[in-house]
Antibody
Framework: QVRLVQSGAEVKKPGASVKVSCRTS????????INWVRQAAGQGLEWMGW????????GYGQKFQGRVTLTTDTSISTAYMELSSLKSDDTAVYFC??????????WGQGALVTVSS | QSVLTQPPSVSEAPRQRVSISCSGN????????VNWFQQLPGRAPKLLIY???VLPSGVSDRFSGSKSGTSASLAINGLQPEDEADYYC???????????FGTGTKVTVL
């Protein structure tokens, strides 16, 4: 079955960077995009960007341009989201979600990133 | 910030019907398909509807979706206690060149 398993919770200081992984299984990794979505506590969903593991092409939400980097390692069917220059309002749960023809048909369990001094 | 507008909350008795609206513009809903997601507390979102009105395998047929112009709707028939959750619409936005989500709607079963 299709599974997306994310790395664990992280605590970072303001100004630092965080890298969250999303390990996939149960499907051909290069046949689907990976999207990243975040959700602050008690807030709605916010789309961050997408990456095509086959071509390496990616796109980012305007709010995150220049601060987020999406990458993949096709040898281990894993996607990564790195967010730099962290601020307190980056504290959120970060989700990976499969995409391409159908956006969000499978999701990771989420990874809590806490930014605190 | 969310680009698609949803009512903050809806509530109804068990076995009744509720409808959730999602309002956008010509750059998103007006020109692209809408997906709907259900999010239970503390859980990842789950896809309920894609391509505006298609149910994924395994999703109850009590859920249905529709789209007209720059708005979309999700209907839940025969409301059940386990339907209590937050619901989000989403669509690709051609102007922003990315996905946009709705503001989210909390469904309460009375």
């Amino acid at each position: 079955q299709v599974r997306l398993v994310q790395s664990g919770a992280e605590v970072k200081k303001p100004g630092a960077s965080v890298k969250v992984s999303c390990r996939t299984s149960g499907y051909i990794f290069t046949s689907y995009h990976i999207n990243w979505v975040r959700q602050a506590a008690g807030q709605g969903l916010e789309w961050m960007g997408w990456i095509d593991p086959d071509s390496g092409n990616s796109g980012y939400g305007q709010k995150f341009q220049g601060r987020v980097t999406l990458t993949t390692d096709t040898s281990i069917s894993t996607a990564y989201m790195e967010l730099s220059s962290l601020k307190s309002d980056d504290t959120a749960v970060y989700f990976c979600a499969r995409g391409g023809a159908i956006f969000g048909d499978y999701w990771g369990q989420g990874a809590l990133v806490t930014v605190s001094s | 910030q969310s680009v698609l507008t949803q009512p903050p909350s809806v509530s109804e008795a068990p076995r009744q019907r509720v409808s959730i609206s999602c309002s956008g513009n010509s750059s998103n809903i007006g020109n692209n398909a809408v997906n709907w997601f259900q999010q239970l507390p503390g859980r990842a979102p789950k896809l309920l509807i894609y391509y505006s009105n298609v149910l994924p395998s395994g999703v109850s047929d009590r859920f249905s979706g529709s789209k007209s112009g720059t708005s979309a709707s999700l209907a839940i028939n025969g409301l059940q206690p386990e339907d209590e959750a937050d619901y989000y619409c989403a669509a690709w936005d051609d102007s922003l060149n990315g996905y946009v989500f709705g503001t989210g709607t909390k469904v309460t079963v009375l």
